[in-house]
């Protein structure tokens, strides 16, 4: 029983780790595209804006499982299966990046405009803003989005147990519902919040730490 | 010799309300080495003039000619380059939180492609030069206002520009605070030979420090030329609004002769008052009175009510006369202002 746990553990943070690197690897270039070409960005482009924003939302609006059931012959055509960690963490990438894509949107949208335009005012080009003010002073405020993204897409991996994607989620479903085993159900949700709880406080003091306007 | 030029210069912003014409038709000339002033009230337009000489807001017509060139026809990545001889410090500061003092100041340095090393041995100099050595590592979260400001103000250095935007440099910060930091401009002019551009709406910085100064208002300039002349004999009614604050105690005089007398550097160190009253022996009544140092003569003006008697009143515009003192006659009560 323990070891099971364990391994299923070690399942669930498999997907949510991979799958909020490869969401940040996608979400973050959205999220700072958006900034960048919205109505007071700096390489102001309002179609590119209204097409990364409509993209978004359509993404967002798919309720996860269903998006799931509809990413089936995509997920097979990239790594080969349905079922398993490996296959989910692809429905958790697409689910999540754009989630990511507006939480780095809403970060980097907090920097005062007066640094930005201090930075034109240097001779700084858009290149040089993004990654040398942008990131660097939002800096706080992602972390903290990189906390909230990481239990979402834990959140997430364990619906991806209801059809067959390993992990907690599938440890809860199979002894909790199929084997009336109240037991292990409740340590698996127990397990969860912990690990909820760890993510959050672990994003927040780092965040906290780090954060030099204090 | 010039080294800024502004020529009709207009930038129209689109809102929902409709076209605001915010600069109308700018001309301008900067003299290389001056302490020009910008004085307007606010909604002038002197935030949107300053940011259209680094083109931080693009004027919707006329040049601005930087060195000879004119920048509103460069491509992206020359006007980036000439950015770097035209720095700007603000009046929120506008330093990076997230970056010491020391590397604050190497930020400008690190855009132009300057080596680390060397941009670290630059930033160390300026913190000198604005009186901050030990505070290389603080944040600017634990800087005060004015330590915010001397930091802004070596980032600006940071790239030997020959230009500096200062806009509302001062605004944000103590009376005190404000003497210093216009000191240190007025230093670094001096010191390292860089045109000061200020935008205020505060007539004192301008005395303290321009040699010359454009009146805005309503997105034209009004009046410009040296300080002291601007001072003794103001023109427009923008200028006079600003030069004479306390313009509206006037309506207070009563009397039918009132002269308002202005005072040079050179008179005002004579008791001229006085010794036209013991020259004429006719009594004169002082109704207001203002001098003030400006780049160290001594500027003022005095309103006087003069005697009923037209024969005493003409020996005391004699004497005037015959001093050489600038005055003019007020013919009705607060004409002037």
Known sequence: ?214 | MEIIKLERVGKVFETKGGKVHALKDINLSVKEGDIFGIIGLSGAGKSTLVRCINLLERPTTGKVIFKGKDLTQMREWELNRERRDISMIFQQFNLLMQRTALENICFPLEIAGVPKPKAVKRAKELLKVVDLEDRAMSYPSQLSGGQKQRVAIARALATNPKVLLCDEATSALDPKTTKAILQLLKDINEKFGITVIIITHEMNVIQQICHSVAIIDEGIIAEQGAVSEIFVSPKSEAAKRLVLPGGNRTEKFSGKRLIRIVFNGRSAYEPIIANMILACQAPVNIMYANTQSIEGESVGQMVLQLPLDDVEAGKLIGFLESKGVMFEEIEEVGADV
Not at chain 1, 76 to 94: D, M, N
Not at chain 1, 141 to 162: D, K
Not at chain 1, 166 to 176: I, T
């Open chain 1, 1 to 214: 029983m323990f070891n099971l746990l364990l391994e299923e553990t070690g399942t669930t943070l498999y997907m949510t780790f991979a799958s909020t690197i490869l969401a940040y690897a996608i979400g973050l270039p959205v999220g700072i595209a958006l900034v960048v070409t919205g109505k007071s960005g700096i390489g102001k482009n309002t179609p590119v804006n209204i097409a990364l924003g409509v993209g978004v939302n359509i993404l967002r609006s798919i309720p996860f499982l269903i998006l799931m059931l509809a990413l089936k012959g995509f997920t097979e055509f990239l790594v080969g299966t349905i079922i398993g960690p490996t296959a989910t963490i692809v429905s958790l990438v697409v689910a999540a990046a754009p989630f990511v894509a507006r939480m780095v949107e809403a970060s980097i949208t907090e920097i005062d405009g007066g640094v930005i335009e201090a930075a034109q005012a240097m001779g700084a080009n858009n290149w040089q803003i993004i990654l040398k003010v942008m990131i660097p002073e939002a800096k706080p405020a992602l972390l903290v989005g990189l906390a909230v993204s990481m239990i979402t897409i834990l959140g997430y991996s364990a619906m991806a147990g209801l059809i067959g994607g390993g992990g907690l989620g599938s440890v809860a479903l199979n002894y909790g519902l199929y084997r009336f085993d109240a037991k292990t159900m409740w340590i698996t949700i127990a397990v969860i919040v912990v690990l909820v709880q760890i993510i959050q406080e672990l994003g927040m003091q780092i965040a906290k730490r780090t954060d030099n306007r204090i």
